[in-house]
């Protein structure tokens, strides 16, 4: 895969590192050299569908095979039945009948994020709402393992949880990008520093403390970050 910025350019998420850092030193009025390395590994949560890859894309076209024709970009909501129409398959039995789930397509720039943080020395997870599915677990695994992310771990829940209830040992992400607001709004409440929210046509008109439009946009609104407090 080429890379976004060139051969000879490295995508800057140091500079996540370093505003979330700068924050931290300023709050406590202490001096902070840039750049700075954290005491520990910092982590960083992708969501994967619509974040990570485009399955929503994926099943409008799919949807077309059950004579049910729903642009993309008129999608307001995640109720399947109010996006789809009556004549929908349920939900359950569409991905089960529809290899969707373990065949989106990516978004290049999503996985370069997450290939590019690892190598800067986080720790990378994916947080999704997959234990509905039967094999969730394994379908997920598989479709990382197939796009270069297989030192990434994921992590299920379902889709009445929030995935705020995945935070284990207190341990909050520093850095937490998903296409729901809810999960990025409870996130933020949680803790998380950079709760970002991916713009999705679904996601239009809600307000976040972060946005990007693509996930090349993270090393931008790092650099963006040092310029607020940590919350005490």
Same mark, same amino acid.
């Given at each position: ?103 989106? @397509?990516?978004? *290049? %720039? #999503?996985?370069?994020?997450?290939? +590019?943080? !690892? ?5 990378? &997870? /994916?947080?999704?709402?997959? @234990?509905?599915? *039967? %094999? #969730?677990?394994?379908?997920?695994? +598989?479709? !990382? ?5 297989? &030192? /990434? ?80």
């Amino acid at each position: 895969m080429k890379p976004l910025f060139g051969e000879d350019r490295k995508f800057p998420f140091n500079l996540v590192a370093t505003a979330l850092n700068v924050a931290k030193h300023d709050r406590m009025n202490m001096p902070c050299p840039v750049p700075v390395t954290f005491p520990s590994r910092p982590l960083a949560v992708f969501d994967l569908d619509d974040t990570l890859n485009r399955l929503t894309i994926d099943v409008c076209r799919e949807m077309k095979k059950y004579g049910v024709n729903v642009d993309y970009e008129d999608i307001v909501d995640f109720d399947w039945h109010a996006t789809f129409g009556p004549h929908a398959p349920p939900l359950e039995a569409f991905f089960c009948q529809n290899p969707l789930l373990e065949n989106a @397509a990516p978004n *290049p %720039d #999503g996985v370069l994020a997450a290939q +590019q943080l !690892l190598a800067e020395g986080w720790d990378v &997870e /994916v947080w999704t709402a997959r @234990a509905w599915h *039967p %094999d #969730g677990e394994r379908i997920t695994r +598989q479709w !990382l393992d197939r796009h270069g992310l297989n &030192e /990434v771990p994921a992590r299920l829940c379902d889709t009445r949880h929030c995935k705020s209830s995945l935070i284990s040992d207190g341990r909050v992400p520093d850095l937490y990008v998903d296409d729901a607001a809810h999960h990025v709004l409870a996130m933020a409440e949680s803790g998380s520093r950079m709760a970002t929210l991916i713009s999705r046509p679904w996601n239009r008109g809600i307000i976040v403390p972060w946005r990007v439009h693509c996930l090349s946009e993270l090393g931008a609104m790092a650099a963006m970050a040092a310029e607020f407090p940590e919350p005490a």
